[in-house]
């Protein structure tokens, strides 16, 4: 019998209404299938990552850890605004009986130091709760002057410590040009603009301005707030704010620094708390996916590889 056009038509649209809602049904498996890989990427990663250890940490008493490490700088590795709201998140947790600042800096800039500096004092009083500073490497000029803020002090015993002055450098090509035949042509509006342009001649007063306003001054800013948070700890060694280094142990000697220890002696033994958690910037959702499935096919990878090697070892 012949079908109609009407009854072919028909069928054409439930054919075509069927493989579409099969289609969806795909889309919808492989939707689940991608979001449980994600899940599963990300609860792995997270435990091996110490994520999920630290939120059930979090329930009971910790020690808060932050690690600021590289320059001092607006924007840059150590930055005022963000170290203080890392700062501000330890401090304010409920169950962080303590906080320990891991250190690893050159120094910077004055300001941002200062910054960080006076928000640590303000943190204590608020919240009040000891903050104990690690110097691990390195902790000069600008680090120092945060880290005198702290309660105590420890380092390594080859950990740099010191360096209390201030510095402005530059250079002069005076001489330089004049031998080339170049000629120097600078327009300023106002007598001492160009007083750092370094093609032109030093002037004496503007060093002496440098000097006596810039440099000096910062200078004893940075000692007035070593002295307000070491105290009488300190020593009266007449070298100790000249910008002199030392390693751990004189830094002992000085009162730079309460003795030698690393973070988890100091959670452990001084604190009384075994269990620490590090407090980072805080990161979106995708950032957090993004590197957790990057360290987790890492680790995998790591895993295979030694697996490997000490199969091929063994055999």
Known sequence: MKRT????????AQEFVRQNKSKRRWRIVFGLLFFGYLISVFYIG???????????KKETPFVAEVVLSGVIQSAGSIDADETIKLLRRAFESENAKAVILRMNSPGGSPV????????????KKQFDKKIYVVVEDVCASGCYYIASAADEIYADESSIVGSIGVVMSGFGAVDAIEKLGIQRRLYTAGKYKGLLDPFSPENEKTIAHIQDNILDKSH????NAVKAGRGNRLSDHKDLFTGLIWLGEDAKKLGLIEGIADANHIAKNIVGIDSRILFEAEKTLLEQLTETSAKSIALVIGEQLTSQHFIGSLQ
């Open 112 to 123: 941002q130091s200062s910054r960080i500096y006076k928000a640590i004092v303000r943190f």
């Open 46 to 56: 997270a435990n091996k990552n110490g994520a999920l250890d630290g939120m059930l």
């Open 220 to 223: 004893q800013n940075f000692i």
């Open 5 to 12: 056009s009407d009854e072919q038509l028909a069928d054409i």
